[in-house]
């Protein structure tokens, strides 16, 4: 078959626009960071969650680590369930802390881990057992209140 | 009398605007039906995407970086006043990849090649260049309108994701190095807020309906422009306008579906 310039240009076409979609998935999407390496499952109970959503960060001392994969209300103990995959490059002690936190003052919710002291690590499936829920305002400023109130009158 | 002439004119536009659906809808059916031909003979495909794809490419480029730029300007602006600069790239990302670069890209496909295409193939039909094909047994649709069809769609997803990609370089230009918001913030956050399947993929989705939708239109409009010069003027106009309200329409709908459970 001929090849002519305009094969040349319609080829060059279809490459800019095909790397334009590549160059959208890696720099501007998050296919580029963190779908690739392999991860462990640990999942964890929070009395309350807040504002905390399926695909927030997990961090640890700032560092994201992993994922939250899936939240839901477990109905025997009325505390949400939430299941998170942690790269396998960092392992975590089996007494590691769960927290959920605010990045900046009104900024998305993500789960910081705090490592423990134990020398067993986490293994696929296994159970946070020490969490703290997230900071609500209401529960916050209720709080605040009756600490005011409960003080003697001056 | 001229209450019955007006209520008669209202029926028969009315009337006459779905008889064109009608037409538009079985014009449609043929086009996919006679397509398998022209993916036998590809260089057809490839020389309309050359005159629908490459030729689009510079205005699509030029009109996506400055559309960036603006967004850089007038987010930094806003995002100010709440000291949230460093969220400049996830919301210049995120218009563009949602709904700027597809609704853009599209409009400007509208007016760029859709107008072209009308005006070729009215000025075909006008100069009897189609009815001499069905002397010659060549069917038409499946030589000159399944072609322009196929390369239409093809390139605009293309033509979408160019945009969307220019134009976030022009909101880093204005934004990065021109303000100076943080670097590491700008993509970082972009690449924290934007999904891949969620933003992007939806992007791609739609301005794979807006070509679809906007070649179909510009095709039939040329096969049914009135063979005359007046007539293929009228047809080229009402296909930019008909696309252009299609693509925002068809936009908001889309929208509606995809983004609502967000």
Redesign the interface.
């Known amino acids: 078959m001929e090849r002519t310039t305009l094969d040349l240009w319609v080829g060059m076409f279809v490459v800019a626009g095909i790397a334009a979609l590549v160059m959208l998935a890696m720099k501007v999407g998050n296919l580029g960071s963190y779908n690739v390496s392999e991860t462990y499952q640990v999942h964890a109970y929070f009395s309350n969650i807040g504002g905390l959503k399926p695909k927030a960060s997990i961090r640890s001392a700032g560092v994201l680590v992993g994922r939250v994969t899936s939240i839901s209300l477990n109905t025997e103990r009325y505390e949400a369930d939430v299941v998170m995959n942690v790269d396998k490059r960092y392992p975590f002690p089996q007494d590691t802390f769960a927290n959920i936190l605010t990045s900046g003052l009104l900024g998305e919710q993500y789960i910081g881990l705090v490592p423990g002291g134990d020398s067993e690590m986490l293994k696929n499936g296994d159970l946070l057992k020490q969490t703290q829920s997230a900071m609500v305002l209401e529960d916050l400023i209720g709080k605040f209140m009756y600490s005011k109130a409960a003080e003697p009158a001056k | 009398m001229a209450i019955m002439s007006t209520i008669r004119a209202i029926g028969h536009g009315i009337v006459n605007a779905v008889w064109r659906i009608g037409v538009a809808a079985r014009f449609f059916f043929l086009t996919l039906l006679y397509s398998g031909n022209s993916f036998r003979r590809f260089h057809l495909i ?2 309309e ?2 005159s629908t ?2 030729m689009s ?1 510079i205005i699509i480029v030029v009109a996506g970086l400055f559309v960036g730029m603006v967004l850089g300007l007038q987010g930094y602006e806003t995002l100010k006043r709440y000291g ?1 600069e460093s969220a400049l790239g996830v919301m210049v ?1 995120l218009g563009l ?1 949602r709904e700027l670069g597809p609704v853009m890209a599209a409009l400007l496909f509208a007016s760029r090649a859709g107008s072209a295409m009308t005006a070729e193939i009215g000025l075909m039909k006008a100069t009897e260049q189609i009815s001499a094909m069905e002397m010659m047994a060549v069917n038409p649709i499946a030589r000159i309108v399944a072609p322009r069809f196929w390369a239409g769609v093809i ?1 605009m ?3 979408a ?2 945009f ?3 134009g ?1 370089f022009g909101g880093y230009l204005v934004g990065v190095v021109q303000i100076g918001v943080d670097e590491g913030s700008f ?1 970082s956050q ?3 807020a ?3 399947r969620e ?2 993929m939806n992007g ?1 989705i739609k301005s794979l309906v807006f070509g679809t939708v906007v070649t179909l239109i510009a095709l039939f409009e040329g096969f049914d422009a009135p063979p005359t010069a007046e007539g293929v003027s009228g047809a080229t106009t009402r296909t930019v306008v008909t696309s252009s309200l299609a693509i925002l329409m068809l936009d908001f709908v889309l929208t509606a579906i995809m983004f609502r459970g967000a």
Do not use: E, H, N, Y
């Open positions: 490839i020389k995407l050359f794809g490459v490419l949230s990302a990849v390139s997803p293309l033509l994701a160019l969307s990609a220019v976030i993509w972009m690449q924290a934007v999904d891949f933003d992007i791609v």
